[in-house]
């Protein structure tokens, strides 16, 4: 719930955030707030100046990962494709 009024309103964000609803990225984070892993704006301050950041997070969102934010653990997530998970990476990459 916390979620919807704090994604925007701009078309192409919209589209963005009813694919990471629908992907259920919420379970796990919240844009602004750490929940079981790191907020998208975390995240996106991490890898703000980091070349292929897009691509990088494309990745790990498919394939899943560890040890970037200590003890988290990203599980896989194969049912997100390649191209919904680049689109995830560079919504999450525009929060600000």
């Not at 009024?5 to 750490?34: E, F, I, T």
């Not at 049912?79 to 600000?96: D, F, G, M, P």
Request: proline letters at 5%.
């Amino acid at each position: 719930m916390a979620l919807i009024g704090l994604w925007g309103s701009a078309a192409p964000v919209q589209a963005d955030q009813d694919l990471a609803m629908k992907k259920n990225c919420s379970a796990c984070h919240y844009v602004d707030k750490r929940k079981y892993g790191p907020s998208f704006q975390q995240i996106a301050a991490k890898y703000a100046d980091q070349k292929n950041a897009e691509a990088l997070l494309a990745k790990k969102i498919r394939r899943g990962g560890t040890g970037v934010w200590g003890q988290d653990v990203m599980p896989p997530q194969p049912q997100v494709s390649a191209a919904e998970a680049r689109t995830l990476a560079t919504y999450v990459l525009s929060v600000k």
